[in-house]
């Protein structure tokens, strides 16, 4: 599976983004997908996920509210829809892909996209 990250951006606090990911190669569906970030000097974190079915789940209680995760498959793509955006959320986010159910740890994901620069700045 080739993944394809895509919609980030500079963004005042306060503001949204919607990140996409494209994905090729493999059936789509077939993959549980996910959002990482990773921020200047710290570890890559989990922030969300979705099945196949489209059943979400959240890393952390600072991004639930805020953050939507969704997928189309007919178009095999997945979203992070980011709303109330705060300096905190600044970090590179990664999608990736796994088969079978949701996961939050990094290794176990076998497919991660080239990951997109979101800089929340005043």
């Known amino acids: 599976v080739q993944l394809q990250a895509c919609g980030g951006g500079l963004v005042q606090p306060g503001g949204s983004l919607r990140l996409s990911c494209a994905a090729s190669?493999?059936?789509?569906?077939?993959?549980?997908m996910g959002w990482f970030r990773q921020a200047p000097g710290k570890e890559r974190e989990f922030v969300a996920a979705?099945?196949?079915?489209?059943?979400?789940?959240f890393g952390s209680d600072s991004v639930k509210g805020r953050f939507t995760i969704s997928r189309d498959n007919a178009k095999n793509t997945v979203y992070l829809q980011m709303n109330s955006l705060n300096p905190e959320d600044t970090a590179v986010y990664y999608c990736?892909?796994?088969?079978?159910?949701?996961?939050?740890?990094?290794?176990?994901?076998?497919?991660w996209g080239q990951g997109t620069l979101v800089t929340v700045s005043s």
């Open positions: 979705i099945t196949w079915t489209g059943v979400s789940t």
């Open positions: 190669g493999r059936t789509f569906s077939n993959y549980a």
């Open positions: 990736a892909a796994r088969s079978g159910v949701v996961r939050s740890r990094t290794t176990a994901y076998d497919y």
